[in-house]
């Protein structure tokens, strides 16, 4: 009994040194399980938190409290790629039990009353609202940084037909770590991204566009990023068949694949 005992002891103070190392050096990157939608989250060594979409409902207030701290209840920036209700409508219920320091999208018009309302509650709480532009990069933390990529141009009240292609593409840093972020992106932005940055999107990791649709993760596109981990976020049994079966093969024959649905939040624990 007293040799369990000691196996576990020692096993509980390695755990807690490793978690305390971690927290003390690390920044924790998770791709959150919320279902048909993108939510992505991090969170820096000094414990500012950012997230990237918000999920289509309120399963990111399931998600949330089991990546952050016991009492947190704060986001200090969250990136909005675009308007669709997959990325943007757990936004709004997030604001009910959570305060944000700041709401980061490209202000492009869509037609949907959540998008107007998520306006009116952000006005209404006094929220700041940024226009993204790949000119203007965010420095969120030590060897923590936020590359804009496109939108290349303001794109306030412009209309867009696919508005996919609006996305908020960035780069994230964390020390010599990288992971490209693509919203929805899909080929007809892709191949705009490729052209303007050719071999500067290279990126450790990739979060697949448009939940590994078939219109999205094109071969020059892969091409320029050379991913080697591609995270899909997706839901199980999902109504539109998403990820496309043929770009899970393109992108496994870069690295390895993880995807929202068959292995739940995948967390990553990044250097800082
Ligand atoms: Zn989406």
């Known amino acids: ?27 924790k990157l998770a791709f959150l399980d919320v279902g048909q939608g993108d939510a992505i989250l991090l ?27 016991v009492f947190q209840k704060r986001i200090d920036l969250i990136f909005l790629t675009h308007p669709h209700a997959d990325h943007l409508d757990g936004l709004l219920a997030l604001l ?33 609202m940024f226009i993204a532009r790949y000119d203007e990069d965010f420095e969120l933390a030590e060897n923590v940084l936020v590359d804009v990529l496109f939108p290349f141009d303001s794109l306030e009240d412009k209309n867009f037909k696919n508005v996919n292609n609006s996305s908020l593409v960035a780069m994230l840093h964390v020390n010599d770590f990288t992971c490209l972020l693509s919203g929805d992106a899909e080929k007809e932005l892709e191949s705009l991204l490729v052209k303007y940055y050719a071999k500067d999107l290279e990126a450790d990791c990739l979060k697949a566009g448009h939940h590994g649709s078939k219109t999205s993760s094109t071969w020059p596109f892969l091409q320029s990023v050379q991913p080697q981990e591609t995270f899909v976020s997706v839901g199980r049994d999902n109504k539109y068949g998403h990820p496309n079966h043929d770009t899970i093969c393109h992108l496994q024959i870069w690295g390895a694949v993880k995807r929202t649905d068959n292995d739940g939040t995948i967390v990553r624990f990044l250097l800082q």
């Open 1 to 27: 009994m007293k040799v369990i005992v000691a196996v576990f002891l020692h096993v509980c103070i390695v755990s807690f040194c490793f978690a305390v190392d971690l927290r003390s050096s690390h920044a």
């Open 43 to 69: 969170i820096t060594k000094e414990g500012r938190t950012i997230l990237f979409d918000a999920g289509p409902d309120r399963n990111i207030l399931k998600e949330l409290p089991q990546q952050l701290p």
């Open 96 to 128: 009910q039990s959570y305060s944000v320091g700041g709401v980061v999208f490209t202000g492009v018009l869509y037609d949907s009353s959540n998008y107007q309302l998520l306006k009116k509650e952000l006005r209404a709480k006094n929220i700041p």
